[in-house]
Nanobody, 123 residues
Framework: QVQLVESGGGLVQAGGSLRLSCEAS????????MGWFRQAPGKEREFVAA????????LYAPSVKGRFTISRDNAKNTVFLQMNSLEPEDTAVYYC????????????????WGQGTQVTVSS
């Protein structure tokens, strides 16, 4: 069992930056691949980024590639999502997820989820 707590969301103007954090407790984070997903009002949850247990492999959704960077600090059991050049379309609740399998883009591949943190980008 692992518990995930996200932080770092907020309100930012278009073009600005935010850094999300996800702290894992209960098991060491190296046991899990980690991912970020987001869900905007009226839309389905969508994949944003993911990182392997070692941090060597990263995956990104085409819509965020080049603007967002996922990283992890296994010593601190924390995963980060650095979001730059934010756009109003990035407005959503962002969720952290942990999966026992290999790094993946599909929500069904993740076993544990955080409660989410709101990101709002104003135009």
């Amino acid at each position: 069992q692992v518990q995930l707590v996200e932080s770092g969301g907020g309100l930012v103007q278009a073009g600005g930056s935010l850094r999300l954090s996800c702290e894992a407790s209960g098991r060491t984070s190296t046991d899990y691949a980690m991912g970020w997903f987001r869900q905007a009002p009226g839309k389905e949850r969508e994949f944003v980024a993911a990182i392997s247990r070692s941090g060597v492999t990263t995956l990104y959704a085409p819509s965020v590639k080049g603007r967002f960077t996922i990283s992890r600090d296994n010593a601190k059991n924390t995963v980060f999502l650095q979001m730059n050049s934010l756009e109003p379309e990035d407005t959503a609740v962002y969720y952290c997820a942990a999966g026992r399998g290999v790094v993946a883009r599909t929500a069904n591949d993740y076993n544990y989820w955080g409660q989410g943190t709101q990101v709002t980008v104003s135009s």
